[in-house]
């Protein structure tokens, strides 16, 4: 009987023990950590660690820790480990100590005009994308999306020009009817390539590769650096540069969690948010070649296409969101004109 309750006080305290564990685990995940004053914030994005996105994560908690002289923790979650991008966005309007990358497709559900940035043939370069959002069309945005528990961190990220990889050869819209293409599970996406004539069929990135092996789609499409990343080029051995969208992406959080963080803080983040987007940029550039020429290395047959066709087809896009304000593509256009 002695052993029997021995066993249980020891059973009682190991039990306790590991709820002041995870207690602790909980205090360190929230914004202020265990040592007094120190802030920490989760990133996470759903690229690989090796892909372009995820180089600048890297950089950013780099060069926001140095500045920080140690206030600052920056925690990297890369491959969708928090989640995926809708639950994390929702984590981050709850008030959790996260930054996601997203992309405005995605925060149409929230404030659909935001939706117009990622629609096809928008602009003809990034700066273009990139000059937009320095507009008070584009602050309107914003305070739309502060009211939604929204708060954008960093505008400047360009995630990529993205490009068609098939099974078979594309070399028009008319090649794509009926081809089951993997899409992000957004209607953006889903709208295009239904304007392509394409069957979109949403589906996580990490599920491209086995779709793809086990014939569920035909193809994907991405930025280069993302279509390696997600070995895509291994069971599909066709990439038309369609650059059927320039991605420009924002880095976002809640404004409860936000309006947490001292000012000083928070100018930190950003600042560095904006040389960590420079660096994400430079790298994808060279990612772009170093991708190319991999793929023209390993057979697989590259086609310059004429886009015209393609362009003329996603006109109907932007008459699919009776959500979106009245005249918004004029607005966007005018304001790209005026650059």
Request: negative net charge; aromatic residues 8%.
């Amino acid at each position: 009987m002695k052993g029997s309750k021995r066993w249980l006080i020891i059973s009682i305290l190991g039990t306790c023990i590991l709820l002041l564990a995870s207690c602790g685990e909980v205090q360190r995940s929230s914004g202020k950590g265990l040592d007094e004053g120190l802030i920490v914030v989760n990133i996470a994005h759903g690229n690989q660690p090796s892909e372009p996105i995820g180089q600048l994560a890297e950089k950013w908690k780099e060069l926001a820790e140095e500045e920080s002289n140690g206030r600052l923790k920056l925690n990297i979650y890369p491959s969708s480990q928090l989640g995926s991008e809708k639950d994390v966005v929702e984590q981050a309007i709850m008030g959790n100590n996260v930054i996601i990358f997203t992309g405005y497709d995605f925060l149409m559900d929230y404030v659909p005009d935001a939706g117009i940035l990622t629609a096809p043939y928008l602009t003809d370069d990034f700066d273009q994308l990139l000059e937009l959002t320095t507009t008070d069309w584009f602050g309107d945005l914003e305070g739309q999306l502060n009211a939604e528990g929204i708060e954008i961190v960093n505008t400047t990220t360009i995630y990529g020009e993205r490009h068609l990889m098939t099974v078979d050869r594309v070399e028009s819209p008319e090649d794509l009817e009926g081809r089951k293409i993997r899409v992000p599970n957004n209607s953006m996406y889903i709208k295009t390539f239904e304007a392509f004539g394409a069957s979109p069929t949403p589906m996580p990135l990490s599920d491209t590769y086995t779709g793809m092996q086990q014939g569920l789609i035909d193809g994907a499409e991405n930025p280069l650096p993302v279509l390696a990343g997600s070995k895509t080029n291994e069971v599909a051995k066709h990439l038309t540069l369609t650059e059927h969208t320039k991605i420009m992406s924002p880095w976002i959080t809640g404004t409860e969690f936000m309006d947490t963080l001292p000012e000083d803080i928070v100018e930190i983040i950003k600042r560095t948010g904006i040389e960590a987007a420079e660096y994400g940029r430079e790298v994808m550039m060279e990612e772009n070649e170093k991708v190319l020429e991999e793929f023209v290395a390993q057979g697989i047959e590259i086609h310059e296409v004429d886009l015209e066709p393609f362009k003329e087809r996603a006109e109907s896009v932007y008459t699919s969101f009776p959500e979106w304000t009245d005249g918004l593509y004029k607005t966007v256009q005018s304001l790209v004109e005026e650059q």
